[in-house]
């Protein structure tokens, strides 16, 4: 495993979002969610879709709070532009599990 400087880690800017809308893609390659996430007033509502239908429908998905990296460059996802990218983990099955706070913190706090 490479190493990295304290300094590259402060790069990655990690956000906690609530996911406030959530529709299926099936526009999508494998199946997706989109999903449109409020951070708070500094950063505001962006939007992005994963790959997370094995533990989640769009239903579900509305008022979690998540982790997201929010600046990478967006990246087109066929005719969806994905603005931030959303953190998880694979599970036994290597389907994603989001991570997010186990209680509700304030929208737009940065991880440390």
């Keep these: 495993m490479a190493e990295i400087s304290f300094d590259d ?3 990655v800017d990690i956000r906690v979002g609530e996911v406030i809308r959530a529709e299926a893609f099936p526009e999508a390659r494998k199946p997706a969610i ?4 409020d951070f708070g007033p500094e950063i505001g ?4 879709s994963a ?3 094995a533990h989640y429908d769009p239903a579900t998905l509305v008022g979690k709070q998540v982790m997201a990296v929010v ?3 967006p990246r087109q996802i066929g005719k969806f532009m994905s603005e931030v990218l959303v953190l998880g983990l694979p599970d036994d099955n290597g389907e994603i599990v989001l991570i997010g706070p186990d209680g509700k913190v304030p929208l737009g706090g ?3």
Excluded at 34 to 37: G, L, N, Q, T, Y
Excluded at 45 to 48: A, P, V, Y
């Design 34 to 37: 989109k999903m449109w996430i």
């Design 9 to 11: 880690f402060l790069k």
């Design 71 to 73: 600046n990478f460059p």
């Design 51 to 53: 790959q997370i239908t």
């Design 110 to 112: 940065r991880m440390h």
């Design 45 to 48: 509502e962006r939007k992005t």
